[in-house]
């Protein structure tokens, strides 16, 4: 099934601090979202209706997805990424989608 990938502002700034060999393989997991959304190993992130997320190593992406649309939220390493995961996921849903 499909879907388009869309990047916050924030999440591509966020990645392009990362080093360059990180942001390749981010950047490579990011686009293959558009073939396989819910790919194997992504979990569900508790709290958030529609959040997930999707471990590499050290670094995480949380995106939001729904109406066929993977929202990339936040990408960071995995001591920073959940600090504020929940908001950022809450204000993507409020101001991209309306339930």
Known sequence: MPCRVEI????????????????????????SLGDQPLPPGVEKISRSKHGYRIRLGDYRIIYLFLNDVAFIVEVAH???????????????MRTRWKE
Do not use: C, H, M, W
């Open 78 to 92: 995995r001591s920073e990424v959940y600090k504020d995961a929940i908001r950022k996921l809450n204000r993507a």
């Open 8 to 31: 916050s502002p924030g999440a591509l700034r966020d990645l392009r601090k990362l080093p360059p060999r990180f942001q390749t393989t981010l950047l490579d997991r990011i686009d």
